[in-house]
C-alpha cells in the first residue's frame, strides 16, 4: 500500500526552500494559483513539502525540482531533491543564461514543461527565474531608474478640512500655475487632483524636479523668499487637517508622464513592498507593462526614495470608471498577464487604490 500512496503525489514539483534544520531533509514550499469556482477570483494556495537532501545542498531561498520516490523514505519525506534550478543569491537571465535553459530542457524531457512554450517567453516556469539585475552590485536608484535623466519627482498628499476644500482649490489655481510657468523655477507641475474614490477631502499633487536634489534644493530655497508662496503656506495651513509627501524616481520601463487632454479619470495605485523585493517588482514589471499599453493607460511608474520606503505608485488614466474595468479585465485575456500577476502579488504587504479628478490647472487632463 506504501507504493500506491508515494504514487499519488506529485511526480515533478518545483518550490522555494523555507527550512533546512533537519538533517539530510528540505522543507519546501510550493504556491499554486487557484482559481475560486464562485467568486472567480484568484488565489493563492500553499502546501508544504519535505525532500530527502542527501548532500545538504539547499539553502533557505533556493528555488528546487523535487522528484517523486517509488517508495516513500517516511511518512512525510515522500520527494527527493532533483535538481537546485535557482541558487539564492545568484542572479539568472532566462533569455541568456545556459544554466536556465539546460533546466528548462531537464524539465521538458520529464514531461514538467510542454514543448511548446520551452522557447516562448510565455512560460510560466521563466517567470520563476526573471532577476536581471543583482539588488548587491548596485542601488535600487541606479539599476531602476531613467539613466537618460536625472528628475526627481514629488507626490504631496494633502487631507484637507472638507469646509475648506472649495477654498483650497481655489488657492492651488491662483499660486500653483506661477511656481509651474516660472523659468527661474527648475520644476514641473506633472498633475493636481482631488480624490474622487478613496480617502475624502484629499488634494494630490505631483511635480518633477529637472536636476535631481540640487533643483528641490534651489526651488525650496527660492520659495522660502517668495513672498506671496509664504502666504499661501500661511492660508493653507488653516486649511489642512494633515500633509505628506514623498520623493520618487520613475521607473525605466515606464512611459513618462507627459501632458494630456481630457476629460480622464486617473487612478493612482500604491503599493506597499516587501523590503528586499523592489529589484523583483522591477523586473517582472519591465515584462507586465506591455500587456497594458493598448489604450494609453499607463501615465507613469515611480519608486520611493525619501519618505514611505518600499513605496511603488502606478498611475493610470482611464476615459470613465467602465472603462477601467473594460480595460483591466481586457489584461486578463493576454498570455501571460496572469503568471505575472501571481508573481508579483507575493511581493505585497499593502496596497491602495485612489480615483482622482483633475483640476482645471493640471497638465494631465
Known amino acids: 500500500m506504501s507504493v500506491l500512496r508515494g504514487a499519488v503525489h506529485a511526480r515533478w514539483i518545483i518550490g522555494k ?5 533537519m538533517q539530510k531533509t528540505a522543507k519546501v514550499r510550493v504556491t499554486r494559483l487557484v482559481l475560486d469556482p464562485y467568486l472567480l477570483k484568484f488565489y493563492n494556495k500553499r502546501k508544504t513539502y519535505f525532500a530527502h537532501d542527501p548532500q545538504q545542498q539547499c539553502l533557505v531561498g533556493d528555488i528546487v525540482l523535487l522528484k517523486a520516490l517509488p517508495v516513500p523514505r517516511t511518512k512525510h519525506v515522500k520527494h527527493e531533491l532533483a535538481e537546485i ?38 512560460s510560466w516556469l521563466k517567470s520563476l527565474f526573471v532577476r536581471k539585475v543583482d539588488p548587491r552590485k548596485d542601488a535600487h536608484s541606479n539599476l531602476l ?5 536625472s528628475s526627481l519627482y514629488k507626490l504631496q498628499f494633502h487631507n484637507v ?6 477654498a483650497y482649490n ?45 533643483a528641490l ?22 486649511m489642512l487637517l494633515s500633509r505628506k509627501n514623498q520623493l520618487l524616481l520613475e521607473f525605466s520601463f515606464w512611459n513618462e508622464p507627459v501632458p494630456r487632454p481630457g476629460p480622464n479619470i486617473y487612478e493612482l ?13 522591477g523586473n517582472y514589471w519591465a515584462r507586465a507593462i506591455r500587456f497594458r499599453q493598448d489604450n494609453e493607460e499607463a501615465v507613469g511608474g515611480f519608486f520611493s526614495q525619501i519618505g514611505q520606503l518600499y513605496m511603488v505608485h502606478h498611475l493610470w488614466a482611464y476615459k470613465d470608471l467602465q472603462s477601467r474595468e473594460d480595460t483591466r479585465n481586457s489584461a486578463w485575456h493576454k498570455p ?22 483633475p483640476l482645471k490647472i493640471s497638465p494631465l487632463q
Not at 145 to 149: G, Y
Not at 161 to 166: F, G, H, Q, R
Not at 339 to 354: A, D, F, G, K, N
Open 17 to 21: 526552500v523555507i527550512g533546512t534544520k
Open 161 to 166: 478640512k472638507p469646509e475648506y476644500l472649495d
Open 170 to 214: 481655489q488657492l492651488c489655481k491662483e499660486v500653483l500655475p506661477k511656481i509651474h510657468e516660472g523659468k527661474e523655477y527648475p520644476c514641473t507641475l506633472v498633475g493636481t487632483w482631488n480624490t474622487w474614490y478613496g480617502e475624502q477631502d484629499q488634494a494630490v499633487h505631483l511635480w518633477r524636479y529637472e536636476g535631481g536634489y540640487p
Open 217 to 238: 534644493t534651489e526651488v525650496m530655497s527660492k520659495l522660502r523668499h517668495d513672498k506671496e508662496f509664504m502666504e499661501f503656506r500661511k492660508a493653507r495651513g488653516n
Open 85 to 122: 534550478v535557482y541558487k539564492v543569491g545568484k542572479v539568472i537571465d532566462p533569455s541568456g543564461s545556459r544554466s536556465t535553459v539546460l533546466t528548462l530542457s531537464f524539465l521538458t524531457r520529464r514531461g514538467l514543461v510542454s514543448s511548446n512554450n520551452r522557447s516562448g517567453e510565455d
Open 145 to 149: 531608474a531613467k539613466r537618460e535623466t
Open 336 to 357: 501571460g498577464w496572469d503568471e505575472l500577476v501571481y508573481y508579483t502579488v507575493p511581493l505585497i504587504q499593502e496596497m491602495e487604490s485612489r480615483i482622482m479628478i
Open 269 to 281: 495605485r500604491s503599493y506597499q513592498l516587501r523590503p528586499g523585493t523592489m529589484i523583483e517588482w
